[in-house]
């Protein structure tokens, strides 16, 4: 089934499959206690009880009922759909569903690697929400170190920019931005920043709902509520950040807000510059990308918001949430005259 097919199929209020939902309910039903989705640590891999600590596993924190952990033998794998520097990922199939698995090559694997995964396994196994991929479960012992979520057969949405013609209508890029802002409200009030926030980290459904994955970079909040590591993409990436100053939630608002640019446009930010130059040119000289004219003019004033150099100026997500179902009621109502003959729709 082709892309434009899927994604234009009838879109369900439930994105989960209904044999999940039994599956995930059996579990539930087996613990003896919440804590395994209510339980936060600030420190991943850390000796402390509870912890898988034995050399054959990768650490990861947990309170003994390891619900999550896969025996290898049950996923089957069909084909790949991409490669990257450290990993494949592969389509396939876990008890009879269709899953995605993110398989992770061992012979690339160090310490930095190690607690990417494993806090990739600890916060996506925390997490539960319409708009964010599903995790199914994890195999942790080497040489078999892979995540398992539900598989998204609409794809990503920077495939669907950038080999479609044309770019979104306006309510269908505000369906998306809504879907996005939706899953990201979600994280920011559980304490998660996601980190690398961007088109090719957001996946459709069959259905076409849109949902934040790669939770490899992602980390929770410390205490003090602010982080200094540098991490993400540098177009979208926060000017704190590049600057290894102390930052929050707020740099995944600036990084929605190129995102959003990215769905007006269907283009790279910053297509001329190299990453380091538009890293630059984004500190030192307040650079963004150019706003396409005709924008409508409430979502070129949440853009604008969203990107201040000043982090303490940019909206919350549920603020933009808010901001953006207000504004699809109004393009709904008014119907938009701005659409030109080349704009996708995602229904």
Aim: charged share 25%; aromatic share 8%.
């Amino acid at each position: 089934m082709s892309l434009l097919l899927i994604i234009g199929l009838l879109r369900k209020p439930s994105s989960l499959n209904m044999s999940w939902e039994g599956r995930f309910q059996r579990l539930n039903a087996m613990q003896k206690s919440d804590r395994l989705r209510s339980q936060v640590y600030h420190v991943v891999g850390k000796e402390h009880t509870g912890n898988t600590t034995i050399s054959t596993h990768v650490s990861i924190p947990t309170d003994q009922i390891d619900v999550w952990e896969i025996d290898t033998s049950l996923l089957k794998y069909e084909y790949k759909i991409a490669s990257g520097s450290y990993g494949d990922l592969h389509k396939g199939t876990f008890c009879g569903q269709d899953v995605a698995i993110k398989v992770l090559m061992t012979e690339h694997l160090n310490d930095k690697l190690r607690r990417e995964f494993a806090q990739e396994v600890f916060i996506m196994r925390k997490v539960r929400h319409t708009n964010v991929v599903q995790f199914i479960g994890a195999c942790t012992r080497p040489p078999s170190l892979c995540i398992v979520t539900e598989f998204m057969s609409g794809g990503s949405m920077y495939d669907f920019l950038h080999k479609q013609k044309g770019v979104l209508s306006l309510p269908s890029l505000l369906r998306v931005a809504i879907d996005v802002s939706n899953g990201m409200n979600y994280l920011h009030e559980n304490n998660i920043m996601h980190r690398d926030l961007k088109a090719a980290n957001l996946l459709m459904d069959e259905n076409g709902v849109v949902k934040v994955a790669d939770f490899g970079v992602a980390r929770v909040k410390n205490q003090s509520g602010v982080m200094t590591a540098e991490t993400g993409t540098y177009r979208w990436m926060a000017p704190e950040v590049i600057e290894h100053k102390p930052y929050d939630h707020k740099a995944d608002v600036f990084s929605f807000g190129i995102l959003l640019w990215e769905l007006l446009t269907g283009k790279l930010p910053y297509e001329h510059l190299t990453p380091l130059q538009a890293a630059v040119g984004v500190v030192q000289q307040g650079l963004r990308p150019s706003i396409p004219r005709h924008t409508h003019p409430q979502l070129e004033e949440l853009l604008l918001r969203c990107w201040q150099q000043d982090a303490c100026l940019r909206p919350e997500f549920s603020e933009i949430l808010g901001d953006l179902q207000q504004l699809a009621k109004t393009v709904a109502r008014e119907g938009d005259d701005r659409e030109g003959t080349d704009k996708q729709d995602l229904q």
